[in-house]
């Protein structure tokens, strides 16, 4: 069974940064993708940043240029999300998935999802 558990959420001012945490169980990490998705009150779960884990290859989206950076560490089972100079626009939940493709993957086809960590961006 695949598990995926996000930490490091929480409370910070606009220009601030944060640093989230997804470490998961049960795949064989180094042969997945694994991604970060976020979900704002009434709207849809959308597409953060993703990695490949074995390449490297990072696949940013518009919300995360220039801002947020995806690492990971293979020996931990962790994926590292770096959120820079976050604005109140960047609050919401934010959940790590996991799949072989996941890069490749609409948001509607993911099944399997960390259980979400919030962050709220506020003066």
């Known amino acids: 069974e695949v598990r995926l558990v996000e930490s490091g959420g929480g409370s910070v001012q606009p220009g601030g940064s944060l640093n989230l945490s997804c470490t998961a169980s049960?795949?064989?990490?180094?042969?997945?993708?694994i991604g970060w998705f976020r979900q704002a009150p009434g709207k849809e779960r959308k597409g953060v940043i993703c990695?490949?884990?074995?390449?490297?290859?990072?696949y940013n989206t518009d919300s995360s240029k220039g801002r947020f950076t995806i690492s990971s560490d293979t020996a931990k089972r962790t994926v590292y999300l770096q959120m820079n100079s976050l604005n109140p626009d960047d609050t919401a939940v934010y959940y790590c998935?996991?799949?072989?493709?996941?890069?490749?993957?609409?948001?509607?086809?993911?099944?399997?999802w960390g259980q979400g960590t919030q962050v709220t961006v506020s003066s």
């Open positions: 049960g795949l064989a990490f180094d042969d997945w993708d």
């Open positions: 990695v490949t884990i074995k390449t490297n290859n990072i």
């Open positions: 998935a996991a799949d072989r493709q996941l890069c490749l993957l609409a948001t509607r086809q993911i099944v399997n």
